[in-house]
């Protein structure tokens, strides 16, 4: 059991939650997982670890709703509990000094971006970094972000909120005028994907985080499998920090469509069970 | 009385085209006049030759004679002696393979149904209530067990009967290791498996779900909060793949997701467990074991029209219990032997849409004795399916391992420990089970965690035990 000590309403759709976690709190990394289970009934979902605090012994999540899992974990209120917190899982990221890194956040992508951010920070890199979004709305973390970079771009696709367009685009121009040594990208399928085309024309090494479908998180089950320079790889344990010029995102695309018939089953039949109305179904 | 001796009873069992629409449990068990009656069989050998067949060496002539004189409650603590598990070993042991298959009755007739009569008398006691025992004084030494598979059970279990402070850790959020994550509802209901972990922690075992050790915490941590031996019991849980093309195709499960899925998270009660598992009209099984029987018979019950078990060798050869063959058969799973899959065929979505095999003829016997398998050229042909099952074998997870870098392995990877104590190369940590001897059995995992407990007390009482870790 965990308990929700802190709960804050980041856009319409992404919340983000202090859970109460002493096990999880004491090893997690940057680049870490969670994976968490709601009730007896529930889904068993990983979630990035945003942030910890060793002092409090807290681990905060910060996830969009985007099916039912999400939906009724969205509806906790602080002082309730998440029967199964498991953690901290997968591979940490490499700490350390390479220079000038640009971190690229796109969508809710944005949370697990920024302890990684944090890190590079703190090992003395110079930290560019660009988030992204498909709308204003949808937008957070802007001042967390500029505090841990040493300079913070803006996009929205629809232009509403700083620059308008794609991440890749600022990500291009800091390229054409700047020596980069590495860039990391998390966020949607394609999102990572293009990034990882446009470094792989300027040669820059390049991390992508990626998030098939799991289920324990433990190596176990290989759902989470993906093939990365043509090896299949389990993300969970082997990732889900990967290089992003070897990975098959295509594949990991296509994986991640399995279950959309029965998700989006799963989901009806909450909101009608719940009496919700119109509550936002979009997948990425 | 006649002296017609009564032959072996048949297992009752629920009707196939009943049973393939639910997930309860197939066989129904013996009225106790049949297994009375069964037991009366046996003709109680002076050296009786059963028990070298059961790896916890159960008293099986004590048990039966009891049995015989209708002393049900005599005769269930007379297993209980050994086996702490028997309503589990009663229905997945391999009988034919271990007791039953060196019951001297075996060799004229049919050898006595051991394992019937121990599921007999474990649901008798079962549907009674079980009390625990009365515990010795508590000893102020504290083991940690690592995974809650039969192997780590039964180790905890038998630690707390002499007092020890045993924590389990488990990974998952269930306790039982394969036997609720991997073997289905209708060969053993959970809620069996779910009354043997409440026995043990009855005897003061505290149960921590949800904590991967490797991960949430080292041993080393584990040392730190005063833990000062450890069993690990972590199972052969890692998924092997085929490493054949296509293989990451949307329709393809190891068998551990596949099962997974339907037994841990409840698949089979979707959309009322959030948890979902699709299942196509026509399904290939790859293997030829119990896990594959399982999965097999698992699909058939969450609606696929046609089932086929794709195995490279013949029916004979294959390791799963005659029994499972025998009712998968009777459920409708066709079995094509003798056949390999080279590669996996799919649509512009992504989607598998066959499986590309080849013809295989048996050559010479390789090292496990049993005719190894090669391929005719030019025999390819394809089975059209959209749902497939990769069951050829599981591996020691390195999950754990890896963050213990000084324990010893063996060549293929598993824990290297004394066959008797299970013991390890580092101080204080014994290992057993799967994850030493590779997949095996319940009986044999528990059998070894049994050992482990009487070399963990002897390692804690006697300073000149284990003078390998002592310099
Ligand atoms: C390592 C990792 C880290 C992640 N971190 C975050 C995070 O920090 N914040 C966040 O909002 N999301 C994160 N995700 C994605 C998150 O797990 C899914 O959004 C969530 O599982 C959806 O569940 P649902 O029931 O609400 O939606 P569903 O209706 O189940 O699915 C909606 C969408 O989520 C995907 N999805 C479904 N089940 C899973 C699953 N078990 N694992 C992964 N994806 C799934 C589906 O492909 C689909 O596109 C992460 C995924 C991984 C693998
Ligand atoms: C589908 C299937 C059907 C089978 N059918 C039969 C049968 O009919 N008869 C028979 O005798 N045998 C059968 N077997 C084999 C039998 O189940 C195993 O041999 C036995 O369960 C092994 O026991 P174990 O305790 O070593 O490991 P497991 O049962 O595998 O348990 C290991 C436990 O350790 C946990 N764990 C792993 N890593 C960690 C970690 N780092 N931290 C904490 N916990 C961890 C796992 O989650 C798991 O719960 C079957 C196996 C399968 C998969
Ligand atoms: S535990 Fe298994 S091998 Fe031993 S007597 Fe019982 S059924 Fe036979
Ligand atoms: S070998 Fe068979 S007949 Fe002899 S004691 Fe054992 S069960 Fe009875
Ligand atoms: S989620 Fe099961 S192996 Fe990665």
Redesign the interface.
């Known amino acids: 059991m965990a308990k929700i000590l802190k709960k804050e309403v980041l856009t319409p759709q992404i919340k983000l939650m202090v859970i109460d976690a002493p096990w999880v709190a004491r090893k997690a990394r940057p680049g870490q997982f969670v994976v968490l289970r709601i009730n007896e009934q529930g889904e068993r979902i990983p979630l990035t670890i945003a942030d910890f605090d060793l002092q409090e012994e807290t681990v905060t999540i910060i996830f969009q709703e985007v099916g039912k899992t999400t939906m009724v974990l969205g509806d906790l209120e602080e002082g309730d509990e998440i029967l199964d917190f498991i953690g901290p899982l997968g591979k940490e990221i490499e700490e350390k000094y390479f220079g000038h890194v640009v971190c690229v956040g796109g969508g809710v992508g944005i949370a697990p971006t920024y302890p990684k951010a944090r890190a590079f920070k703190e090992k003395g890199n110079r930290v560019t970094s660009i988030i992204g979004a498909r709308s204003s709305n949808l937008l957070f973390w802007e001042e967390e972000m500029r505090r841990v970079s040493d300079e913070l771009f803006v996009t929205t696709d629809d232009g509403t909120y700083g620059e308008k367009g794609f991440v890749t685009q600022v990500l291009e121009r800091v390229l054409n005028k700047d020596k980069v040594d590495l860039v990391v990208a998390v966020g949607p399928v394609i999102m990572m994907k293009m990034t990882s085309l446009l470094t792989e024309k300027y040669s820059i090494p390049t991390l992508v985080s990626l998030n098939p479908i799991m289920v324990d998180g433990t190596g176990m089950c290989g759902c989470c499998r993906v093939t990365v320079g043509g090896k299949c790889k389990f993300t969970c344990v082997d990732g889900p920090v990967f290089d992003g010029h070897q990975v098959d995102f295509d594949e990991l695309m296509a994986r991640q469509r399995i279950y959309l018939e029965e998700e989006k089953r799963a989901l009806d039949a909450w909101l009608m069970e719940t009496e919700k109305e119109g509550a936002p179904y979009h997948v990425y | 009385m006649s002296t017609e001796r009564p032959s072996r009873p048949k297992m009752p069992q629920r009707p196939p085209e009943e049973r393939i629409k639910d997930f309860n449990e197939v066989p129904l068990g013996l009225s106790e006049e049949v297994a009375v009656a069964e037991a009366r069989r046996c003709i109680q050998c002076k050296k009786p030759t059963c028990i070298e067949g059961c790896p916890v060496e159960i008293d099986i002539p004590g048990f039966i004679k009891l049995l015989s004189q209708g002393e049900l409650d005599g005769a269930i603590a007379k297993i209980k002696e050994k086996n702490s598990l028997p309503a589990i070993c009663g229905r997945v042991c391999p009988q034919e393979d271990q007791c039953e298959s060196k019951c001297i009755l075996g060799r004229r007739g049919q050898p006595v149904a051991i394992g019937y009569l121990e599921r007999f008398l474990a649901d008798y006691e079962r549907e009674k209530g079980v009390k625990a025992p009365s515990l010795p004084p508590p000893r102020d030494k504290k083991v940690a067990v690592i995974g809650s598979g039969p192997a780590g059970l039964t180790c905890a279990g038998d630690l707390a009967r002499m007092g020890y402070k045993v924590t389990i850790f488990e990974?998952?959020?269930a306790p039982g290791g394969v036997l609720v994550?991997g073997i289905p509802e209708f060969r053993l209901p959970k809620a069996i498996v779910a009354q043997e972990v409440d026995y043990v922690q009855s005897l003061g075992v505290e149960l921590k779900?949800?904590?991967?050790i490797g991960?949430?915490?080292t041993l080393d941590d584990l040392k730190d909060e005063g833990y000062q031996a450890f069993f690990i019991g972590t199972g052969a849980?890692?998924?092997y793949?085929l490493?054949v093309p296509g293989?990451?195709l949307?329709?393809i499960?190891?068998a551990?997701?596949f099962l997974?899925?339907s037994n841990l998270?409840?698949a089979y009660l979707?959309?009322?467990?959030?948890?979902?598992l699709?299942v196509g009209q026509s399904v290939a099984v790859i293997g030829g074991g119990n896990v594959a029987m399982d999965s097999a018979r698992t699909a058939l019950r969450l609606g696929a029209k046609e089932v086929c078990l794709v195995y490279r060798r013949t029916k004979k050869e294959m390791p799963a219990r005659i029994e499972e063959v025998e009712r998968a058969e009777e459920e409708g799973v066709n079995c094509i032997i003798l056949t390999n899959p080279v590669r996996f065929l799919g649509n512009e979505?992504?989607w598998v849409t066959g499986i590309e095999c080849i013809q295989m003829e048996l050559g010479e016997p390789d090292e496990s004795g049993r005719r190894r398998p090669v391929p005719i050229p030019g025999s390819e042909f394809v089975i059209p399916i959209d749902t497939v099952v990769v069951a050829i074998g599981q591996g020691p997870?390195?999950?754990l391992l890896e963050t213990i870098p000084d324990l010893q392995l063996n060549r293929r990877g598993y824990i290297a420990a004394d066959a008797e104590t299970g013991a390890t190369s580092l101080a204080g940590v014994f290992a057993g089970g799967d994850i030493v001897t590779g997949a095996a059995t319940v009986i044999s995992a528990m059998g070894a965690g049994k050992r482990s407990a009487q070399a963990i007390d002897r390692f804690f009482t006697d300073s000149n035990s284990f003078p390998e870790w002592r310099q």
Request: no cysteine.
């Open positions: 990974a998952l959020h994550y779900v949800s904590r991967v991960k949430t915490f849980g890692l998924p793949f490493e293989e990451n949307n329709g499960y190891s551990n997701e997974t899925r998270m409840k979707f959309p009322r467990y959030d948890t979902p699709k979505n992504g997870n390195p999950l």
